[in-house]
């Protein structure tokens, strides 16, 4: 079955003409927004939001676990891994899904006045889901279900 989502663009974030593109979700039944990153390998969470979705670590006696990520050029991303019990685009319901919280707050700064930004929607979805980006429509399917 194939589920389609509305893809929102964000412009004039910087001053080559660039954009990000986002989908808006609910995780936990709470309202999120993701950047969606072709480029990002997993779905990270920013740490400030983890609270207000409810999200918690995949098991407690992983407070202490932290785990070094490569961001974009040789930025180090320290990242811990939790479980969303549900995240939900449309009629696409994903339960248990695993994902980490990191700091995202220089994305969030500099998207602030333009989207509140919640997480990046990384390609281990959008590969699991073989998703698809319509920039001309302006969205974003998912054709599997599994």
């Known amino acids: 079955m194939k589920h389609?989502?509305?893809?929102?663009?964000?412009?004039?974030?910087?001053?080559?003409?660039?954009?990000?593109?986002?989908?808006e979700c609910k995780i936990n039944h709470k309202k999120a927004n993701l950047i969606v990153d072709t480029g990002a390998s997993r779905t990270l969470i920013n740490l400030d939001s983890c609270k207000e979705l409810m999200i918690s670590d995949k098991n407690e006696d992983m407070d202490d676990i932290k785990i070094e990520t490569k961001g974009i050029g040789s930025t180090n991303l320290t990242s811990k891994p939790i479980t969303i019990e549900e995240i939900s685009f449309n009629r696409l319901h994903i339960k248990n899904a695993d994902a980490f919280a990191t700091d995202l707050s220089d994305i969030v700064e500099v998207l602030k006045n333009k989207a509140h930004i919640d997480g990046i929607m990384g390609s281990d979805i959008l590969s699991q889901y073989s998703s698809v980006i319509d920039y001309g429509k302006n969205t974003i399917r998912f054709i599997n279900e599994t």
């Open 4 to 23: 389609t989502l509305k893809l929102y663009k964000i412009t004039e974030f910087d001053n080559e003409g660039g954009f990000m593109i986002y989908v």
